[in-house]
């Protein structure tokens, strides 16, 4: 049996292990161990936010093998709506393809109709086709052109 809980601290290491578990995240996260401060830093910011939701869900015997951000922005746009913005979806290596990624997905969708939101976003980077797939099966459209501009620190 799976359950989808919020994040702890303990779960921390765990959770940047997915996500620099991929040729993107290998590129921009620092795992190492222990883990650089900054991440600890990030997560208590993240938990004190009433807005961040950042969940794990793990199997009967407590093993952390997904996660996810969800992120509720205030917009005075329509008529004051609220946007649910999923970011940080990770899969264990050795769970993916049996539907794990899709339980998270619908947990957030969930989740975003009992706050009321009025969409559910995501941005998904251009290198990562197969990603894009798949939140197409999940009923997201393509509608609108994403940008960023990175800043250096």
């Not at 959770?15 to 650089?36: C, S």
């Not at 947990?107 to 995501?122: D, F, G, P, S, T």
């Amino acid at each position: 049996m799976l359950k989808i809980r919020e994040a702890k601290k303990a779960d921390v290491p765990m959770i940047v292990a997915m996500i620099a578990n991929d040729k993107l995240g290998q590129l921009r996260e620092n795992y190492l161990n222990p883990l650089p401060n900054t991440y600890y830093e990030a997560f208590e910011n993240i938990a004190a936010d009433p807005n961040q939701e950042l969940m794990v869900m793990e199997t009967k015997n407590g093993l952390v093998i997904g996660t996810l951000q969800l992120s509720f922005i205030q917009y005075l746009t329509y008529q004051g709506g609220i946007r649910a913005q999923i970011e940080a979806v990770r899969v264990h290596k050795e769970y993916r393809g049996q539907g794990i990624g899709q339980h998270l997905f619908e947990w957030a969708i969930h989740r975003a109709k009992e706050k009321k939101a009025h969409v559910v976003q995501l941005t998904t980077d251009k290198k990562r086709p197969e990603a894009l797939k798949f939140y197409e099966k999940l009923g997201f459209t393509a509608s609108h052109e994403g940008m960023k501009l990175h800043l250096k620190t």
